[in-house]
C-alpha cells in the first residue's frame, strides 16, 4: 500500500455524501482540516495509510474499495467511443477517468446501453443478410468506418480491373524484365524519375515497410520483408507513378463516399496493379491453366510469394467469363478476416466465411501444409477449398512472428481443372459448414460458438444436446 500513491476523490467524496455529511463534518470524524479533505476529493492530495484505516474504522468503509482500480471502466468506455458513432467525440484519456472514477454508476449504464445497442446492431445485421440471401430487399444499415465501406465495395463486385491489367501489360513490355523484374523496375525509377531504392535495417525504419522521401527522391524499403514482398512495394509505388491515370478511373467508378475511403482503396488498387505486373495477365492465366492451378508451381515460375499467386489465382475470371471464379479469404489466428476477394465478389450469402469447420482455422495447427477440402453448405452448393498458413514481416528474435491463413477455393463444379482435386477422398464426403453461426441451422453442430437468430433457444432441463447452444 505504501508503494504506491493511492488518488480516490471522488469515491471519498460519494461515501460523504452517502452519509449526509459536510466536508466540515467528515474532516472532523477523521482528525484532519476541512482544506486537506478538500484537497485529496480533488484528487490532489493521496490518501495515506493511517487515514486509510481511520476511514475503514469510523465510516466502515473497506480498505479494498478505496483502492480499486478504474481501469476496466476506462477501458470499456473508450470501447464505447471507438464506435463510429461516436469516433468524433472520443474523449482523452483525463476525461474518460474522470467520469469512470466520478460517477461510475452512469458509465456502467452508458457501457451497458452500448452493449445493448451492438448486440441490437449484429442482430439486425444478420437478419438483413438472411432476409438478402432470401430475396429481399433491406434498408437496414448501421455506421461504418471508411475500411468497412472499402471492405464491402473491394469484396461484392468482380476482382478484375481491366483498365490496369491493360496498363499493366504495356508497362510489362516497357521494362522487358526478363528474370529481374526488381531490377528493371529500380533501374526505370532511378532513370526516368530520378528515384532511388534502398532496402534499410530495421533499426533504421522499425515501424514502415515502405517509405518514400520525396525530398531526397529516395524509396525505402524494409528489410523484415521478404524478397517477393519488397518486390511488390516496389512495383505498388511504380505504378502508382506509371498508372495513374488508370488507378484514378478504377477509384472513380467505386463512388465512395469520403476522402479516408478513396485513399484505403487507391492502395488496394496499387496492390492490384503490383499483381498484374509481376504477373500478367496473359502469361499468368496459360501458365495457371497449364499447371492446373497449382499454387506453389506458379509462385516458383513468377517469382513470388504463395499468397501473391492465390490473390492472382481470384483476378483471373473476366466478367465476360473466361477462367475458374476462384474466392480468396485471409484470416488471422484469432479469427479475424481481413482480407476477401473473389471473381463474383466473396459469396457471402451461399458460402460466409464465418465457419470454424472450415479448413483455413485448421491450418495453423500444421504451419506450412496444405489442406485440400470439398465442403457443402446447407442448400447443397459444394466448394473446392485449398488453405495453407502465411508468414508475415520477419521479427526480432523477442518478437511473436506474425502469422496468417489464407482459404481460396471455387464451385465444386471446378474442381477436376485443378490439380487439387486428386487430394479429395474417392467418395468426395463434403465437409458440412454453414454461412455464420448465427444464421446456420445445423443440428448437433460441435462446432457452434453462437446460437442462431432464427430459431429460439432449446431450454430442456431434461435434455441437452451436443451443440454448446441447443435451439427448436
Request: with cysteine.
Amino acid at each position: 500500500m505504501a508503494d504506491r500513491k493511492i488518488f480516490a476523490g471522488p469515491r471519498i467524496r460519494r461515501i460523504r455524501n452517502a452519509k449526509g455529511l459536510t466536508q466540515t463534518a467528515m474532516a472532523e470524524g477523521l482528525g484532519i482540516s476541512p482544506s486537506y479533505l478538500n484537497l485529496i476529493e480533488r484528487n490532489q492530495r493521496p490518501l495515506t495509510v493511517q487515514l486509510i484505516l481511520k476511514l475503514a474504522s469510523v465510516y466502515d468503509v473497506e480498505p479494498e474499495e478505496l483502492q480499486a482500480e478504474a481501469g476496466g471502466s476506462v477501458a470499456a468506455l473508450r470501447e464505447v467511443f471507438s464506435d463510429p458513432l461516436l469516433s468524433g467525440e472520443l474523449p482523452g484519456d483525463q476525461e474518460l477517468i474522470e467520469v469512470a472514477e466520478g460517477a461510475p454508476n452512469a458509465a456502467a449504464a452508458v457501457v451497458k446501453l452500448f452493449r445493448a445497442y451492438r448486440e441490437q446492431a449484429e442482430r439486425l445485421s444478420d437478419l438483413s443478410e438472411l432476409l438478402a440471401r432470401e430475396g429481399h430487399a433491406t434498408t437496414l444499415s448501421s455506421a461504418r468506418l471508411p475500411v468497412d465501406e472499402v471492405r464491402e465495395i473491394f469484396e461484392r463486385r468482380p476482382n478484375h480491373f481491366a483498365t490496369i491489367e491493360e496498363e499493366a501489360e504495356t508497362f510489362a513490355q516497357l521494362l522487358q524484365p526478363g528474370d529481374d523484374l526488381f531490377g528493371a523496375l529500380k533501374q526505370w525509377l532511378r532513370r526516368d524519375y530520378g528515384i532511388v531504392v534502398k532496402v534499410l535495417p530495421v533499426a533504421t525504419m522499425p515501424n514502415w515497410r515502405r517509405r518514400y522521401d520525396r525530398h531526397s527522391q529516395r524509396l525505402f524499403i524494409s528489410e523484415r520483408l521478404s524478397p517477393f514482398d519488397q518486390l511488390r512495394e516496389v512495383a505498388m509505388e511504380a505504378c502508382l507513378i506509371r498508372m495513374q491515370v488508370a488507378i484514378a478511373a478504377e477509384l472513380k467508378s467505386l463512388k465512395l463516399g469520403s476522402d479516408e475511403a478513396r485513399r484505403l482503396a487507391r492502395f488496394e488498387l496499387a496492390r492490384y496493379a503490383a499483381h498484374a505486373l509481376m504477373m500478367p495477365h496473359q502469361a499468368f492465366a496459360s501458365a495457371a491453366q497449364r499447371a492446373r492451378y497449382d499454387v506453389d508451381v506458379l509462385r516458383s515460375r513468377f517469382g513470388v510469394s504463395f499468397e501473391q499467386a492465390a490473390n492472382r489465382l481470384t483476378t483471373l475470371h473476366r466478367p465476360s467469363g473466361g477462367g475458374i471464379p476462384f474466392f480468396m479469404m485471409e484470416i488471422d489466428n484469432a479469427g479475424n478476416r481481413f482480407r476477401r476477394a473473389g471473381a463474383q465478389g466473396f459469396p457471402h450469402a451461399r458460402f460466409g466465411g464465418g465457419c470454424p469447420k472450415l479448413p483455413v482455422h485448421a491450418a495453423f495447427a500444421q504451419p506450412g501444409q496444405i489442406f485440400v477440402e470439398a465442403v457443402e453448405m446447407p442448400d447443397g452448393a459444394e466448394f473446392l477449398t485449398i488453405a495453407r498458413t502465411l508468414e508475415g514481416p520477419q521479427g526480432a528474435f523477442s518478437e511473436r512472428p506474425r502469422r496468417t491463413a489464407i482459404l481460396i477455393g471455387c464451385d465444386i463444379g471446378f474442381g477436376d481443372e485443378t490439380v487439387y482435386a486428386a487430394a479429395l477422398p474417392g467418395s468426395r464426403t463434403a465437409t458440412p459448414v454453414g454461412t455464420a453461426c448465427r444464421l446456420c441451422e445445423r443440428v448437433g453442430c460441435l462446432a457452434r460458438a453462437e446460437p442462431p437468430v432464427t430459431r429460439p433457444l432449446g431450454l430442456d432441463e431434461m435434455a441437452s444436446g451436443l451443440s454448446a447452444f441447443d435451439f427448436q
